[in-house]
């Protein structure tokens, strides 16, 4: 089955505590993405990937890391997680970037919940 | 530059009557444009995609949206709401010059019995 695949998809944790949040997609994607969500906002973009070892900065990259060390899998890392971080996540992955074949949508993973106290 | 604008941030509907949720886009390029539903604790959900190739785009669960460019808008419609479709839905917009998605601000659905 294509799907998007992120884990934990919960996670309660400390201010300053390193975590990552695994993204694993099965269908040969080229063209990955980070959002985060929070009421109101809709979806901001954190980090995308045009292919392997290819990233950029999306809007809100501030306190995030990610790599793209294989084409199926796209982690996010926070380095020193803060409470303003404290939102729920969504992986994405298309087959191409918008600049590539048009009208390609994305698929998106059910999310991960983090709450940094 | 792009963006996205839902009108409505929600809309309430009565089980059986038609669903109306209005999306308006900016930008300077032709775009691809999407709608995407999102139940609770869940990922979005593809519902149509705009091809260019008809500008009345007919998606799942008996969803349709119609492109007007002279209006700049992707406003999605059902002729009959139904309970299963209470959720949040997002419009997205893309052009071919920016590696990135524009999301509207989400549409809460609600569904009355």
């Known amino acids: 089955e294509a799907q998007v695949t992120q884990n934990p998809r919960y996670l309660i944790t400390v201010t300053g505590k390193k975590l990552t949040v695994t993204c694993s997609q099965n269908m040969n994607h080229e063209y990955m993405s980070w959002y985060r969500q929070d009421p109101g906002l809709g979806l901001r973009q954190i980090y995308y990937?045009?292919?392997?070892?290819?990233?950029d900065k999306g809007d809100v990259p501030e306190g995030y890391k990610v790599s793209r060390k294989e084409k199926r899998n796209f982690p996010l890392i926070l380095e020193s997680p803060s409470p303003n971080q404290t939102s729920l996540y969504f992986c994405a992955s298309s087959l191409s970037s918008p600049t590539g074949f048009s009208n390609q949508p994305q698929h998106f993973g059910d999310g991960t919940r983090l709450s940094i106290l | 530059a792009q963006s996205v604008t839902q009108l409505d941030s929600h809309v309430s509907v009565s089980e059986g009557t038609p669903v109306l949720l209005r999306c308006n886009y900016s930008?300077?390029?032709?775009?691809?444009l999407f709608w995407y539903v999102q139940h609770p604790n869940k990922g979005l959900q593809l519902l149509l995609k705009?091809?260019?190739?008809?500008?009345l785009v007919k998606g799942i669960n008996g969803f349709e949206a119609e492109f007007k460019k002279s209006e700049t808008s992707f406003h999605l419609t059902k002729p009959s709401a139904h309970m299963s479709d209470a959720a949040e839905y997002f419009c997205?917009?893309?052009?071919?010059?920016?590696?990135?998605?524009?999301f509207g601000s989400g549409t809460k659905l609600n569904v009355k019995p």
């Open positions: 930008s300077s390029y032709s775009p691809s």
């Open positions: 997205v917009v893309s052009v071919y010059n920016f590696n990135k998605f524009y």
């Open positions: 705009y091809t260019s190739a008809a500008t």
């Open positions: 990937s045009m292919n392997v070892e290819v990233t």
